[in-house]
Nanobody, 115 residues
Framework: QVQLVESGGGLVQAGGSLRLSCAASGSISRFNVMAWYRQAPGKQRELVAVVASGASTNYADSVKGRFTISRDNAKNTMCLQMNSLKPEDTAVYYC?????????WGQGTQVTVSS
């Protein structure tokens, strides 16, 4: 089974940028959907951005214009470029992939934005 591992989280000041990466242990070419979710303390996990196999993308309203999701099937990676970060972006960010009806999750990476 393919495993997903996130990296790139950390502490950044408001207005700064971070780039999250999700590395898969196997091919992602058959992942029809990949996405980033996040979960803030005391809140439910929410969808941040999604990229389909055809590279079409969609974003939560709260991150539109600031975040960019991308995937590289040749490198088996997915990234989330996060710009103009706000304190309310603070959360654990999770990589998600769906293939053949199987939902796969990474372990999460902490993003903390200070004001």
């Amino acid at each position: 089974q393919v495993q997903l591992v996130e990296s790139g989280g950390g502490l950044v000041q408001a207005g700064g940028s971070l780039r999250l990466s999700c590395a898969a242990s196997g091919s992602i070419s058959r992942f029809n959907v990949m996405a980033w979710y996040r979960q803030a303390p005391g809140k439910q996990r929410e969808l941040v951005a999604v990229v389909a196999s055809g590279a079409s993308t969609n974003y939560a309203d709260s991150v539109k214009g600031r975040f960019t999701i991308s995937r590289d099937n040749a490198k088996n990676t997915m990234c989330l470029q996060m710009n103009s970060l706000k304190p309310e972006d603070t959360a654990v960010y999770y990589c998600y992939g769906r293939t053949y009806g199987l939902d796969l999750w990474g372990q999460g990476t902490q993003v903390t934005v200070s004001s």
